[in-house]
């Protein structure tokens, strides 16, 4: 047998890997090409290292190596050529691989569910000015976070290193409870609260625990898009419920024709048209809710900021075993980066049976993040950056307003704004609210669509929505005038 | 119109709550109590504030906000309660309010997809000596992981606190895929990695991202049981393979009978009996997997941590384009508590518009740890650490090995141990594994039956899995002869 070109690849240079690492790799490559014929023989060790000029030792562990992969078989007549399937693989070119693939698939190389998975126009800088969802970055309190999280790996025991409660570290889910309470008049004790990775993955915990493939879920329309592709990726129908002034609209017949097992709904501020959902509609979506045995999912995502008036209570607290799952945050109210939100669990499903369910599912996990968030909590820093931020956003948002008066002459109505880091501004038809956005990344401007949260977009869904969050007061004038100057161009 | 119970509440104390948000939270009891009359007439602002002795200003607060809320309705002819159903959630004792939802669910509170997703026997504390999965965390170098976070956390810029890339920190994905070209041989580019919550998200990501319903997925048997759960929480068809000493066993008729679309399998160490998958079994799989349009998820959960011989390279690097979902984890590398993991695509599924999807469904987030975690790595502390951990466990496997030998006295079969961090047991069928276990918690010792690995566990599947990641060396012939004791008392 032939086998010098083993021999020829052989570097014993000072850099070199081991050679008995090398000569397994240069083995499997000629087994796998078929330079040795399958069945036959391989030269004894002893052959081998002579004709290699190399140690028999080198020669034994790649031989024992390759028999424990399967690629030779040592049995009493030496050592074989394993029989394997022509490695067709190698020979393929990457496109014809990836063709074949696709046949085999039928063109559905992704999954059905994600086809409603619009992609959004969203820009890859996410920090843009007026983009949605972003707080005041740069006037975050890192000094403190640092501190906070110093302090937990400083304090945490080696043990803090492993998975912890999936649902969740106790410290967290006491303080969370407790400030729910208070600031948002949710009914909770700790036990109701699972820690997830920000909302999505709260509503995505929804989704895997109360629903099945075909479900119905309701979502407000316009609305929150993650939401909408949580259910997606669920496999759920999503029936679009249209908002007025008074927040969702829900038909009395959908009750029956589209009888449904989730509802999305983010009361205290629709998002993102900023309605408050009336007390006759909560009341009565509570009463129907409980009566065909769906979830009311309450995202409570910006309410921790409200501007005028007294805060909106959450629906969840509105009475006792309210059917609602509460969602909430902290990417708005502390950092995005941070993933921490959760889930509160109404009363009557955290029976054990739910929780090693949940358990099964989470890992728990980000441990020293929760204690060190737990710690920003009961310190009393939380608050006093809620209440920071409360006056910022507040002037950022009249700044928003005025530039808006001053420098949008297009007829338009603005929407929301009564809490929260947004505001969206109706637009006539005559102006595309899609082109808008388009020209606006063009110069370096990040709002958003207003029909991009719609499924079906009508007349009303035309315009745009601002965030004011991570934008200086000062900018909007200028950036209201370059959104002008883009309207009047395309009118 | 009665109104004295109002001011009967109303308190001015030091620590008393704004009158004004007393107030408003008064008049919404009284109105969901139906004590003011639906469309009745509210007193005048200024005569219900000289009724209760407060400035009219506070009562004309309340009322703009309860109008917002919809509890009243202000028009013309003054201000009205409005027509709200009775609130007959309140008066339901919390048992009947549950007892309606669980009838209105027909006794499925939860998903269906949930019911095979067995609750594990694991101890709440599992930190446990044995206990699986766990690495040496009182080994980990707390203090350089300080360092390198502290130091993300200074060079942070505040933007770095947003949302960032859905699928990682380009920097940690760089790390990542040149690691793994070197040791894993995986063949990657960093555009072709996913960062994820661990593993677990990585498997949920390919559920979501790959499958449909009813979909096929192939298992080993005994498995992981995370992936189960991910697969059955995806609402797949979940059909169990046995596994050999070659890993896991197609049956040929199965492509043709279950053509699966995911093929779970862990082919260097297979989870938990350590089987490696044999070249020939490799070929064949990536071949039909090709052929019928599957993809087979390779979770290289241990392969860092090579205990004997050369390092078994990965299946994805085998050839080009196999038909590979590359998944790993840093929980055991690193820290569990860490949840950083990760997915490697195949290069024809990067396409932008499966990127801008994955974009969709993921959030980004946790950046300041990926970018400790890439320095962790550039800088070689990750090298290092695992080099100094792959001694460790050595050494510990060594002792575990040594004292099984020494003082289980039962006749039983020791699996695995090539590489990892724990080592499978098998025992004969006089000691059932599980009430071994149930045994073992009571005293303190958190070893995994082997057939709660297994879907429909055979007689081969009675065993015990032990984990020597986080247990001392020492310790071992001390809790061997624990088990000891117990599989006599038992037998």
Redesign the interface.
């Known amino acids: 047998m032939n086998t010098t070109f083993l021999g020829s690849f052989l570097d014993d240079g000072p850099n070199a890997r081991p050679l ?2 090398q000569l ?1 790799q240069r083995l ?1 490559h000629a ?2 090409q078929g330079q040795f014929p399958a069945g036959g023989k391989l030269p004894s060790s002893r052959a081998l290292a002579e004709e290699l000029n190399i140690s028999r030792n080198t020669v034994l ?1 790649a031989y ?2 390759l028999t ?4 030779i078989i040592a049995d009493r007549q030496g050592t074989r050529v ?4 022509s ?4 020979k ?1 070119h ?1 496109d014809a ?2 063709a ?7 063109n559905a ?6 086809k409603p ?4 126009q ?1 820009a890859s800088d ?2 843009l000015p007026m983009t949605l969802g ?1 707080p005041a ?2 006037h ?1 309190p ?1 000094h403190l ?2 501190k906070a ?2 302090r937990a ?2 304090e ?1 025991p ?7 409660n999936p649902l969740g570290e106790l410290a967290l889910r006491q303080a969370i409870a407790h400030h729910l309470r208070i600031s948002r008049g949710v009914r909770c004790e700790a036990s109701h609260i699972v820690i997830t ?2 909302a ?1 993955e709260a509503l995505s915990l929804c989704v ?6 075909k479900d119905t879920a309701w979502v407000e329309e316009p609305g929150y ?1 993650g939401a909408k ?1 949580a259910f997606y ?1 669920g ?1 759920l129908n999503v029936i679009a419920m249209r908002v007025d002034n ?1 927040g969702i609209v829900i038909p009395p017949q959908a009750w029956l024709t589209h009888s449904p097992r989730l509802i999305q709904t983010t009361p205290s501020h629709q998002y993102p048209t900023g309605a ?1 959902l ?4 909560r ?2 979506l ?2 129907q809710a ?4 769906a979830w009311i999912v309450e995202d409570d995502y910006d309410s921790e900021f409200r501007h005028q ?2 805060p ?1 209570a959450s629906m969840q607290g ?6 609602v799952l509460y969602v909430g945050t902290f990417s708005k109210t502390m ?5 921490l939100g959760f889930l509160v669990l ?4 955290t029976s054990p ?2 929780i ?2 949940i ?3 989470l ?6 993040e929760q204690l060190a968030m737990a710690h920003f909590i009961e310190s009393g820093q939380f608050s006093r950056h809620l209440g920071r931020m409360r006056r910022l956003y507040r002037e950022r948002q009249y700044a928003l307003r005025e530039a808006l008066a001053a420098h949008l002459i297009v007829e338009h109505q603005v929407l929301g704004g ?1 809490s929260g880091l947004h505001l969206t501004v109706r637009l006539p038809k005559t102006v595309s609210d899609q082109m808008l956005v388009a020209e606006a990344l063009k110069i370096g401007i990040g709002p958003t669509a207003l029909s991009a949260f719609a499924i079906e977009p009508t007349e009303e869904d035309n315009g745009l929505v601002i965030g004011y969050g ?1 934008t200086s007061a000062e900018r909007f004038h200028f950036l209201i005038k370059q959104l002008n100057n883009i309207v009047c161009a395309l009118s």
């Open positions: 008995q690492w397994i499997k087994i796998l562990i024992e190596q424990a992969e399967g690629y394993a029989q394997l399937k490695h067709q693989g190698s393929h990457t691989a990836t074949l693939i696709i046949k085999a698939n039928k190389l992704y999954a059905e569910r994600l998975i619009a992609a959004s969203r996410r920090t972003l970055l740069n975050f890192i976070w640092r999280y110093d790996l400083h945490a080696a043990a803090s290193l492993g998975y912890g990775e920000g999505q895997k625990l109360f629903t099945n493939p898009r592709n990726a496999d008074d408050v009336s007390i006759t509609r009341l009565d509570i009463e409980r009566r065909v045995g008036g007294e909106i509105l009475m006792q075993d309210s059917p950092f995005p980066a941070l993933r109404p009363e009557c499903l049976a739910l090693s369910v358990s099964e599912i890992r728990g996990g980000h441990r020293l009564n991570n």
